[in-house]
């Protein structure tokens, strides 16, 4: 290319905002030429000040409005547009064929926001993107078979298809060193999610948990990694009904039992053990070789509905543990062919800008 590639990563809240950023770092280790923009939509924005200045530090992002949006989605010299939610209005461009067939736009490029326990919606949301990446690997002919179903009907020449699936996450990637044999030296966290457990005397009992974690291991501070602080998202569709911060103030805890809300690369630095429930944080631990307990069978788990998906996803992954093993911290390995379907190669980001340069040439009228 004879310019710098232009590309603008939208996000909207703390999920997409994980995405945008890590997205961003692939982009740029892979083109450090490029002129990455980090576009915060308006009309879905649920992040605080604290979140914004927390994960972008510098601060470099622009707020779009619903005209900006529509407006960099035709603008002819931005080569991609990369989304893990794809907002409306993107959606009902991509369904008019004459956008789609033009050349003088934006590639839309499509990831899911993380662990998808219910992903057909979210295909259907993205059958009419450019290209779409998926995690696990296992998700690909299921898309594949999606569009079979869907598309004919609507769409009988398939000029709707997205013509490119790819596997991969920025937050999935192989990962970067084994888990240790032994219990390393650091602090123990509980990765906590705004759904799951879905009850407070399920959130009561993962308290307690982590309150006889810190009494069994006073050398250590166990430490309850918030997503988010309580007066926090009060607008994001996940709301938290029972906060922790809340929760605690009514149990008598040990002193090296504590709170956080740090940023997700800070606790994986000081981390020896990660322990999770639904959490997509699963990932991230994986990804950075920490231990890993994957813990299920809380107190009223039989009601929480992303139970039974997460542990269908996690089923041979070698990390579920029960409670005896989580108040022992026995962990264990990954399972290698789980993490051969789950966590994508390193070359991400160069895998999407040869897509995106492969679309960069003129397409001839009624092409796909």
């Given at each position: 290319?004879?310019?710098?590639?232009?590309?603008?990563?939208?996000?909207?809240?703390?999920?997409?905002?994980?995405?945008?950023?890590?997205?961003?770092?692939?982009?740029?280790?892979?083109?450090?030429?490029?002129?990455?923009?980090?576009?915060?939509?308006?009309?879905?924005?649920?992040?605080?000040?604290?979140?914004?200045?927390?994960?972008?530090?510098?601060?470099?992002?622009?707020?779009?409005?619903?005209?900006?949006?529509?407006?960099?989605?035709?603008?002819?010299?931005?080569?991609?547009?990369?989304?893990?939610?794809?907002?409306?209005?993107?959606?009902?461009?991509?369904?008019?064929?004459?956008?789609?067939?033009?050349?003088?736009?934006?590639?839309?490029?499509?990831?899911?926001?993380?662990?998808?326990?219910?992903?057909?919606?979210?295909?259907?949301?993205?059958?009419?993107?450019?290209?779409?990446?998926?995690?696990?690997r296992d998700y690909l002919p299921r898309?594949?078979?999606?569009?079979a179903a869907e598309l004919p009907s609507?769409?009988?020449?398939?000029?709707?298809?997205?013509?490119?699936?790819?596997?991969?996450?920025?937050?999935?990637?192989?990962?970067?060193?084994?888990?240790?044999?032994?219990?390393?030296?650091?602090?123990?966290?509980?990765?906590?999610?705004?759904?799951?457990?879905?009850?407070?005397?399920?959130?009561?009992?993962?308290?307690?948990?982590?309150?006889?974690?810190?009494?069994?291991?006073?050398?250590?501070?166990?430490?309850?990694?918030?997503?988010?602080?309580?007066?926090?998202?009060?607008?994001?569709?996940?709301?938290?009904?029972?906060?922790?911060?809340?929760?605690?103030?009514?149990?008598?805890?040990?002193?090296?039992?504590?709170?956080?809300?740090?940023?997700?690369?800070?606790?994986?630095?000081?981390?020896?053990?990660?322990?999770?429930?639904?959490?997509?944080?699963?990932?991230?631990?994986?990804?950075?070789?920490?231990?890993?307990?994957?813990?299920?069978?809380?107190?009223?788990a039989y009601v929480d509905p992303l139970?039974?998906?997460?542990?269908?996803?996690?089923?041979?992954?070698?990390?579920?543990?029960?409670?005896?093993?989580?108040?022992?911290?026995?962990?264990?390995?990954?399972?290698?062919?789980?993490?051969?379907?789950?966590?994508?190669?390193?070359?991400?980001?160069?895998?999407?800008?040869?897509?995106?340069?492969?679309?960069?040439?003129?397409?001839?009228?009624?092409?796909?």
């Amino acid at each position: 290319m004879t310019r710098p590639r232009r590309l603008l990563i939208l996000f909207g809240d703390d999920s997409t905002l994980f995405f945008a950023t890590r997205m961003r770092a692939q982009l740029r280790a892979a083109d450090p030429a490029a002129e990455v923009r980090l576009g915060a939509f308006a009309d879905e924005l649920a992040l605080s000040p604290r979140q914004l200045a927390l994960h972008v530090p510098e601060g470099d992002y622009t707020v779009m409005d619903l005209a900006g949006l529509t407006a960099a989605a035709r603008a002819p010299d931005l080569d991609a547009i990369i989304v893990c939610k794809v907002p409306r209005v993107l959606t009902d461009l991509l369904m008019d064929p004459a956008y789609r067939q033009s050349s003088a736009r934006p590639r839309i490029i499509a990831f899911l926001p993380g662990l998808d326990f219910f992903p057909d919606r979210g295909m259907r949301n993205r059958l009419y993107c450019d290209s779409v990446y998926l995690f696990p690997r296992d998700y690909l002919p299921r898309f594949r078979a999606l569009q079979a179903a869907e598309l004919p009907s609507q769409d009988p020449d398939g000029a709707g298809k997205a013509r490119r699936v790819g596997f991969g996450h920025p937050a999935c990637l192989r990962p970067e060193r084994a888990t240790p044999p032994a219990l390393p030296d650091g602090d123990i966290y509980f990765f906590a999610q705004a759904l799951s457990p879905s009850t407070r005397r399920g959130r009561l009992h993962m308290l307690r948990v982590m309150a006889a974690l810190a009494r069994a291991h006073p050398e250590r501070t166990v430490w309850i990694k918030l997503r988010h602080l309580p007066e926090e998202n009060t607008t994001h569709v996940h709301k938290e009904r029972f906060s922790y911060p809340d929760l605690m103030k009514a149990l008598a805890v040990p002193d090296n039992l504590r709170l956080t809300a740090c940023d997700m690369d800070s606790a994986l630095a000081n981390a020896a053990i990660g322990i999770v429930c639904t959490s997509t944080a699963a990932m991230d631990l994986v990804r950075a070789g920490v231990p890993t307990m994957v813990h299920l069978d809380y107190v009223d788990a039989y009601v929480d509905p992303l139970v039974p998906p997460m542990r269908a996803l996690f089923a041979a992954s070698n990390l579920v543990v029960s409670l005896r093993d989580l108040l022992h911290l026995r962990y264990r390995a990954p399972d290698p062919g789980w993490l051969d379907g789950m966590f994508c190669p390193p070359d991400l980001g160069a895998r999407v800008l040869h897509e995106i340069d492969a679309d960069a040439a003129p397409r001839p009228e009624g092409s796909v």
